[in-house]
T-cell receptor, first 110, second 108 residues
Framework: NAGVTQTPKFRVLKTGQSMTLLCAQD?????MYWYRQDPGMGLRLIHY???????AKGEVPDGYNVSRLKKQNFLLGLESAAPSQTSVYFC?????????FGQGTRLTVV | DQQVKQNSPSLSVQEGRISILNCDYT??????FLWYKKYPAEGPTFLIS?????DKNEDGRFTVFLNKSAKHLSLHIVPSQPGDSAVYFC???????FGQGTRLTINP
């Protein structure tokens, strides 16, 4: 039982490149979330999903897209990376209450 | 706009004393509140929660108080221990939005 697994753990991108962050959970949770953590800003919600096939915008969705084709996976895409997207990204899943988090992905855009 | 706010970026408390972390929210539709603890280079871990139908929930050294009229919740840790040093986030459902966090330091 791995909980919430994020892939990759570290990545360096050049401005304009694209990439996808993968989040996988094995707890059969309906809800999944993507956050970014920046100094002094706390955890800001990018996008979330309340079930397979559904996605919704969070607090800071611009520049990101998501997909939830399978219940256990929630993908976060950056189509054209910008230095402002340098951050630590966290994925989480829940049944609607307590959420479980992955270990984070440190992304640097140069 | 920030729907969940933690106005104290940091707090320093002596070991054995009480730590009180505060959180304010603006959306009266929030029905469930949570506190998370985060160590560097790790994901946040759940600490304690409270439903909007309650005003207090206790779990060992941790107690969360909810004042709905003031849209305010607080986390009390007593007695504080060095291992409690971490960043604490409050959060509210249904979208699970978080505050900015408070860095708690427990001094021996």
């Amino acid at each position: 039982n791995a909980g919430v697994t994020q892939t990759p753990k570290f990545r360096v991108l050049k401005t304009g490149q694209s990439m996808t962050l993968l989040c996988a959970q094995d707890m059969n949770h309906e809800y999944m979330y993507w956050y970014r953590q920046d100094p002094g800003m706390g955890l800001r919600l990018i996008h979330y999903s309340v079930g397979e096939g559904t996605t919704a915008k969070g607090e800071v969705p611009d520049g990101y897209n998501v997909s939830r084709l399978k219940k256990q996976n929630f993908l976060l895409g950056l189509e054209s990376a910008a230095p402002s997207q340098t951050s630590v990204y966290f994925c989480a899943s829940s049944w609607g209450g307590e959420a479980f988090f992955g270990q984070g992905t440190r992304l640097t855009v140069v | 706009d920030q729907q969940v706010k933690q106005n104290s970026p940091s707090l320093s408390v002596q070991e054995g004393r009480i730590s009180i972390l505060n959180c304010d929210y603006t959306n009266s539709m929030f029905d469930y509140f949570l506190w998370y603890k985060k160590y560097p280079a790790e994901g946040p871990t759940f600490l304690i929660s409270i439903s909007s139908i309650k005003d207090k929930n206790e779990d060992g050294r941790f107690t969360v108080f909810l004042n709905k009229s003031a849209k305010h919740l607080s986390l009390h840790i007593v007695p504080s221990q060095p291992g409690d040093s971490a960043v604490y986030f409050c959060a509210a459902t249904q979208k699970l939005v978080f505050g900015q966090g408070t860095r708690l330091t427990i001094n021996p």
